[in-house]
């Protein structure tokens, strides 16, 4: 019988994986608490309507990427491709947004039917950042000053870099878009087939083809910042101001847009050039117009969204995975003979009790001495203890240390505690 394997593109994360993604969740859930986000945990199955109406259905995600079925009612379902979609209807439904600003974030997996490669996967995991009911420029440097925090904190500082741009208001874009158009249908031969099928549904997102033909066509085209209103080019001017003030270095590109009409005024990315032609690590901007578009009353709103498995894996191509992230232990307690097993399981009891904060693993499963010490070389502790029968008569316990050369210590089982706790 043939054994059964994971769905492509959808990975199993295993043992010796999960204490780099805890490491990043739990850096993450650290910076956002400072700054007062709260958390929120949505369904990770929709009525597909929403999708439809919040990412357009004129889009390569709801066309050709979306896992969309029939429930047994009948109804159409879909397993969430993003989830600001899904983060604005449970605030909405909730009363969340009423006379009240939000800051909320979320994590968790997310899915889509592309070609799976080395930093995309069919199920992928996010983090996201959104925040309702604020109109300045002030939130919007608040989320890029928290993300600059962030990777400060995971030690990316120097590996990752800001864009920023301003897409104006809907009416603005739409002169605009028709201004390019114009210009584009010049060269419809010239551009790449992506590009062609862009100009008739989403003109603004030829921008930032990568198709070296199209890049050099687009050079002489209309600039959108010829055609912003004041109130976006005021907000944009005082975004640059408070990102200064604060030490948040970036560069303005004018190539950087968003295909939908609920967007509007800043949007951002964060690029690292570690990884390849996968190099945006972060993005997002303002969505001030999607509240509405579900269905809500209009509502001011900018988010961000950043995929875990393109993070973590900047994190080990720079090798930049604390070393004590990966150990599985702090202490290690060998047994050697069945009767000291009890003995050797209070004492880990007692250790956990004296170090709350630290990992300590009773060795299970018989083996020999030599066998033991190895699983506890292997997992990263600090210390064994070493209990056998001349132990447990003597009272006494032997403390090794198996990183650093020094020698084994004969030490009271009543001071072990206190003995490990001025060690660490």
Sequence with gaps: MAKIQAIRGMNDILPDQTPVWQYVESTVRRVLGQYGYQEIRMPVV????????????????VEKEMYTFEDRNGDSLTLRPEGTAGCVRAAEEHGLLFNQTRRLWYTGPMFRHERPQKGRYRQ?????VECFGMTGPDIDAELLILTARLWAALGLAGHTRLEINSIGTSGARKVYRQALVDYLEQFKD???????????TNPLRILDSKDAATRKILEDA????????????????????LLDAAGVTYTVNPALVRGLDYYGKTVFEWITDSLGAQGTVCAGGRYDGLVEQLGG????AVGFAMGLERLILLLET???VPEHVNNQADVYVTVMG???????????EELRNALPGKVVVAHCGAGSFKSQMKKADRSGARYAIILGENELASGNVGLKSLRDDEPQQDVPRAELAQALINKF
């Design 124 to 128: 992928f995991h996010q983090i996201g």
């Design 190 to 200: 010239q551009l790449d087939d992506d590009s062609k099928r862009r100009l008739s």
């Design 222 to 241: 209309p600039s959108l910042d010829d055609y912003l209103d004041e109130d976006s080019r005021a907000h944009f001017e005082q975004l640059k101001l």
């Design 46 to 61: 929709e009525q597909t309507e929403l999708f439809k109406r919040s990412i357009g259905e004129v889009t390569d995600i």
């Design 318 to 320: 720079l090798d930049l």
């Design 338 to 348: 069945d009767k000291v097993i009890a003995t050797a399981m209070a004492i880990a």
């Design 297 to 300: 009353k209009a509502t001011d």
